[in-house]
Protein backbone atom coordinates (compact mmCIF):
# COMPACT_ATOMS: atom_id res chain seq x y z
CA UNK A 1 0.00 0.00 0.00
CA UNK A 2 1.32 3.51 -0.55
CA UNK A 3 1.21 6.21 1.90
CA UNK A 4 1.13 8.99 0.09
CA UNK A 5 -1.44 11.59 -0.10
CA UNK A 6 -2.34 15.01 -1.75
CA UNK A 7 -4.15 17.40 -0.01
CA UNK A 8 -6.44 19.43 -1.95
CA UNK A 9 -7.08 22.94 -1.34
CA UNK A 10 -10.13 23.68 -3.77
CA UNK A 11 -13.25 23.85 -1.39
CA UNK A 12 -15.09 21.89 -4.05
CA UNK A 13 -13.16 18.68 -2.96
CA UNK A 14 -14.63 19.27 0.56
CA UNK A 15 -17.54 20.77 -0.11
CA UNK A 16 -19.56 18.61 2.62
CA UNK A 17 -18.91 20.30 5.22
CA UNK A 18 -20.20 23.23 4.36
CA UNK A 19 -22.76 22.77 2.14
CA UNK A 20 -26.49 21.31 2.38
CA UNK A 21 -26.80 21.39 6.32
CA UNK A 22 -29.85 20.88 8.31
CA UNK A 23 -30.71 22.88 11.00
CA UNK A 24 -30.72 21.56 14.24
CA UNK A 25 -34.02 21.15 16.50
CA UNK A 26 -34.30 22.87 19.84
CA UNK A 27 -34.09 19.59 21.63
CA UNK A 28 -30.63 19.13 19.93
CA UNK A 29 -29.48 22.37 20.16
CA UNK A 30 -30.39 21.68 24.41
CA UNK A 31 -28.51 18.58 24.61
CA UNK A 32 -25.57 20.19 22.49
CA UNK A 33 -25.57 22.68 24.86
CA UNK A 34 -25.72 19.97 28.04
CA UNK A 35 -22.42 18.46 26.61
CA UNK A 36 -20.76 21.65 26.35
CA UNK A 37 -21.38 22.51 30.20
CA UNK A 38 -20.66 18.97 31.08
CA UNK A 39 -17.19 19.15 29.60
CA UNK A 40 -16.38 22.55 30.81
CA UNK A 41 -16.82 21.03 34.49
CA UNK A 42 -14.97 18.22 33.70
CA UNK A 43 -12.16 20.09 32.10
CA UNK A 44 -10.70 21.47 34.95
CA UNK A 45 -8.63 18.19 35.44
CA UNK A 46 -6.96 16.97 32.82
CA UNK A 47 -9.47 15.10 30.86
CA UNK A 48 -8.18 12.07 28.86
CA UNK A 49 -9.45 10.22 26.04
CA UNK A 50 -12.13 7.64 27.99
CA UNK A 51 -13.82 11.03 29.26
CA UNK A 52 -13.96 12.69 26.03
CA UNK A 53 -15.54 9.04 23.60
CA UNK A 54 -18.23 8.83 26.82
CA UNK A 55 -18.97 12.61 27.34
CA UNK A 56 -18.55 14.37 24.09
CA UNK A 57 -18.17 11.76 21.45
CA UNK A 58 -21.07 9.97 22.01
CA UNK A 59 -23.64 12.03 22.36
CA UNK A 60 -22.52 13.43 19.29
CA UNK A 61 -22.91 10.29 17.48
CA UNK A 62 -26.18 9.43 18.83
CA UNK A 63 -27.54 13.09 17.93
CA UNK A 64 -26.48 12.77 14.07
CA UNK A 65 -28.30 9.20 13.90
CA UNK A 66 -25.10 7.07 13.12
CA UNK A 67 -26.21 4.23 16.42
CA UNK A 68 -29.28 3.74 13.95
CA UNK A 69 -29.86 1.47 10.90
CA UNK A 70 -27.76 1.34 8.53
CA UNK A 71 -24.56 2.34 10.62
CA UNK A 72 -22.57 0.09 12.80
CA UNK A 73 -20.04 0.69 15.52
CA UNK A 74 -16.88 -1.13 15.86
CA UNK A 75 -14.55 0.17 18.56
CA UNK A 76 -10.86 -0.53 18.47
CA UNK A 77 -10.23 -1.88 15.46
CA UNK A 78 -7.09 -3.36 14.68
CA UNK A 79 -5.40 -1.57 11.50
CA UNK A 80 -2.06 -3.09 9.77
CA UNK A 81 -1.10 -0.83 6.61
CA UNK A 82 2.32 -1.84 5.22
CA UNK A 83 4.37 0.55 2.11
CA UNK A 84 5.57 -1.17 -0.58
CA UNK A 85 8.58 1.12 -1.72
CA UNK A 86 9.60 1.20 1.77
CA UNK A 87 8.56 -2.03 3.54
CA UNK A 88 7.09 -0.15 6.57
CA UNK A 89 4.33 -1.29 8.54
CA UNK A 90 2.06 0.21 10.45
CA UNK A 91 0.24 -1.28 13.18
CA UNK A 92 -2.60 0.63 15.18
CA UNK A 93 -6.22 0.48 16.22
CA UNK A 94 -8.88 2.75 15.08
CA UNK A 95 -10.61 4.35 18.46
CA UNK A 96 -13.71 4.07 16.55
CA UNK A 97 -15.11 2.90 12.97
CA UNK A 98 -18.66 3.86 12.17
CA UNK A 99 -19.48 1.35 9.01
CA UNK A 100 -21.95 0.51 6.41
CA UNK A 101 -21.27 -2.70 5.42
CA UNK A 102 -18.65 -2.89 3.62
CA UNK A 103 -18.03 0.26 3.65
CA UNK A 104 -16.55 2.50 6.19
CA UNK A 105 -17.87 5.22 6.58
CA UNK A 106 -16.39 7.41 9.46
CA UNK A 107 -12.58 6.78 10.85
CA UNK A 108 -12.53 8.44 14.59
CA UNK A 109 -9.68 9.48 16.13
CA UNK A 110 -10.30 10.27 19.68
CA UNK A 111 -7.09 12.57 21.33
CA UNK A 112 -7.08 13.33 25.45
CA UNK A 113 -7.83 17.53 26.03
CA UNK A 114 -4.51 18.54 26.38
CA UNK A 115 -3.54 16.98 22.55
CA UNK A 116 -3.27 18.61 19.54
CA UNK A 117 -5.48 17.54 16.88
CA UNK A 118 -2.37 17.33 14.39
CA UNK A 119 -1.37 13.57 15.89
CA UNK A 120 -4.71 12.66 15.38
CA UNK A 121 -5.18 13.59 11.87
CA UNK A 122 -2.12 12.00 10.78
CA UNK A 123 -2.92 8.68 12.10
CA UNK A 124 -6.50 8.81 10.76
CA UNK A 125 -5.47 9.20 7.57
CA UNK A 126 -3.02 6.08 7.88
CA UNK A 127 -6.04 4.37 9.38
CA UNK A 128 -8.17 5.40 6.28
CA UNK A 129 -5.26 4.22 3.21
CA UNK A 130 -6.00 0.69 5.23
CA UNK A 131 -9.70 1.44 3.85
CA UNK A 132 -8.80 -1.61 0.90
CA UNK A 133 -11.20 -1.45 -2.22
CA UNK A 134 -13.88 1.70 -1.52
CA UNK A 135 -14.55 3.55 -4.44
CA UNK A 136 -16.66 5.68 -2.48
CA UNK A 137 -15.05 8.55 -0.29
CA UNK A 138 -14.30 7.98 3.73
CA UNK A 139 -14.08 10.42 6.04
CA UNK A 140 -12.32 10.97 9.08
CA UNK A 141 -13.26 12.92 12.37
CA UNK A 142 -10.50 13.65 14.97
CA UNK A 143 -11.58 14.94 18.33
CA UNK A 144 -9.84 16.02 21.48
CA UNK A 145 -12.82 17.13 23.71
CA UNK A 146 -12.62 21.36 22.47
CA UNK A 147 -11.66 20.64 19.21
CA UNK A 148 -12.50 19.00 16.06
CA UNK A 149 -11.38 18.41 12.36
CA UNK A 150 -13.19 16.80 9.69
CA UNK A 151 -11.06 15.22 6.95
CA UNK A 152 -12.24 13.34 3.53
CA UNK A 153 -10.15 11.15 1.82
CA UNK A 154 -10.45 9.43 -1.96
CA UNK A 155 -8.32 6.66 -3.30
CA UNK A 156 -8.72 6.80 -6.80
CA UNK A 157 -5.45 7.23 -8.43
CA UNK A 158 -2.96 8.85 -6.05
CA UNK A 159 -4.80 9.38 -2.58
CA UNK A 160 -6.55 12.80 -1.95
CA UNK A 161 -7.64 14.30 1.46
CA UNK A 162 -8.75 17.58 2.53
CA UNK A 163 -9.56 19.42 5.74
CA UNK A 164 -12.15 21.37 7.50
CA UNK A 165 -10.93 24.13 9.47
CA UNK A 166 -10.82 23.74 13.19
CA UNK A 167 -14.23 23.92 14.93
CA UNK A 168 -14.35 24.89 18.63
CA UNK A 169 -16.36 24.19 21.46
CA UNK A 170 -15.23 27.89 22.63
CA UNK A 171 -16.50 29.16 19.35
CA UNK A 172 -20.31 30.13 18.77
CA UNK A 173 -22.03 27.61 17.19
CA UNK A 174 -19.02 25.12 15.94
CA UNK A 175 -20.29 22.52 18.42
CA UNK A 176 -23.90 22.71 16.33
CA UNK A 177 -21.82 22.97 13.31
CA UNK A 178 -20.02 19.16 14.21
CA UNK A 179 -23.35 17.96 14.32
CA UNK A 180 -24.54 19.12 11.20
CA UNK A 181 -21.82 18.04 9.27
CA UNK A 182 -22.10 14.59 11.00
CA UNK A 183 -25.47 14.73 9.81
CA UNK A 184 -24.53 15.11 6.14
CA UNK A 185 -22.43 12.62 6.18
CA UNK A 186 -24.82 10.15 7.89
CA UNK A 187 -27.79 11.23 5.00
CA UNK A 188 -24.84 11.19 2.14
CA UNK A 189 -24.34 7.31 2.97
CA UNK A 190 -27.98 6.64 3.60
CA UNK A 191 -28.64 7.64 -0.12
CA UNK A 192 -25.49 6.32 -2.08
Known amino acids: MNLAYNLQTTKIFFSEWQHDLSELSDLEKQSLNEVKTEYLHLS ?31 SEQEVKISSEDEGTIIRGRINILVFHPPFWVLVIEVKRADYSLEVGITQALAYMLANAGNDKPTYGFVINGREFQFIKLTKQGTPRYALSYTLSLNRGDDLHSVVKVLKRIAHLIRNS
Open 44 to 74: KYPILEPVVKMVVLSPLLRLADFYQPPFYIA
